[in-house]
């Protein structure tokens, strides 16, 4: 049995230290006296006491506090067993045991308490302590002041001379470098001083670690700033000759606008018919065998001059019945929405609300003569043009449709005037709503 002075009698983080370095770890016991089989406990939430078997026998509470501290609060031995048992589990599944554990804890039959959830750097401070790969810790306190204060009147007594100091050993064989023995307390005073570390040293850490990568991707990085460094200098020499800088500028491509469908079954116009009635100008039921575009085509592209926007270039209109792909700047190049009255149409896009949607985008109804205009349709103001085409006649087909046509030049009219309104020019339209 140690002396009564001996640190290990007294400390359980030194005799925790000890247990781990010597390969036999403590027991969580539900007794102080834990000779008998029976009073071992795996659990620590009904444990009360931790037991150590060598070198001597020796049991410590498991609410008792150590020198460790979190947040300048002292950690029970509980909590730093705990912490140990956890060492190699990740930090999330750490903190879900912390807390079933405390749980147990204040349930009936547990041991009462509750246990310290370490935050990552003081768990890591705390493992590697334990394991003995460090020889001090910031978050554990020095021994007790008594200790401290003979330390302290020692190194005192060293330092006057008055006591202690550097015995020097008689040399050994002739030749041989004289050996040095040092004060015990003034190795004490050593002890407790930071090891100073060479940059060698502190990259290295305690692992050897390999930087041979660093190396290849400061390859990488130098050659590539030296290609953006010649980028840069043909930019400077292209921007300093104005006959050079307006050869080699490419034109820039106008954007197309967009007229969006309506994918209703009741729809007089669908992507099967739209594009021979804004071409044409002639009205084709959207399931007769006459239309021109295929049911199942969901992109379809038409041309049209627009005198006041671009009378020498016509503009290509992208005709689509649904915003799926839809990237976010395409909904600046919607110029027209044909609807049926039917607002589950906006639910995909941006605009969902029907006032918001033909501030952004004109409005396009169309219905058969002499039928009434829907009142939702109605309702939305000045927004939406209203139109009306002649009833598809089965016997006389294509045949005497001549009035399509002024429906679609008056489409084709509201659609100039509000892409006009709204900025469209010859080089494109608005870039944001």
Known sequence: MPSAIDPLTSDPLLRLRHAFATGHPPVPTTSEDANAVS????????ATHLHFAAPFHQSFALDTP?????????????????????????IPDYIASATRLNEALSAAGGAGG????????????????????????????????????????????????????VATVASGAAGARPDKSIDPRLAEIYNGERRMLDRNSVLRGIKPTDFSHVRKTAEIFNRNRGRAGQ??????????????SSHLKKPSRRPDPII???????????????KSFLESGVYIPPDSALAGSSSSANLLHISRTLP??????????????????????????VVAVFTTGQTWQFKSYKWQQAPDLFRNALGLYVGWRGD???????GWGRGVVSTAVDKWN??????????DREVVESIWGSIEEAMRSRGWGKEGGPTSR
């Open 66 to 90: 150590t020198r460790f501290t979190s947040s300048d609060q002292p950690v029970d031995l509980r909590s730093i067993f705990f912490a140990w048992q956890k060492k190699d589990v990740a």
């Open 114 to 165: 509750q246990v310290r959830n370490l935050i990552f750097v003081e768990r890591l401070d705390l493992i590697t302590w334990l394991e003995g790969a460090s020889e001090e810790s910031e978050y554990i306190k020095p021994l007790d002041s008594e200790a401290s204060a003979s330390q302290a009147a020692g190194s005192a007594q060293v330092a006057s001379g008055a006591a202690g100091g």
């Open 394 to 403: 089965s016997h006389t087909g294509a045949q005497g449709r001549w009035r």
């Open 260 to 274: 969006l469908l309506s994918p209703s079954a009741s729809s007089l116009l669908r992507m099967s018919n739209i």
């Open 308 to 333: 006041s926007i671009d009378p020498a270039r016509p503009l290509r209109f992208i005709l689509v019945d649904t915003p799926e792909q839809f990237k976010p700047d395409y909904w600046n190049r």
């Open 372 to 378: 009434e205009v829907p009142s939702t349709v109605r």
């Open 231 to 244: 980028a840069h200098a043909s930019s400077t020499l292209i921007s300093s000759n104005p006959a050079l």
């Open 39 to 46: 009073d071992a406990e795996i659990d620590l939430a009904i």
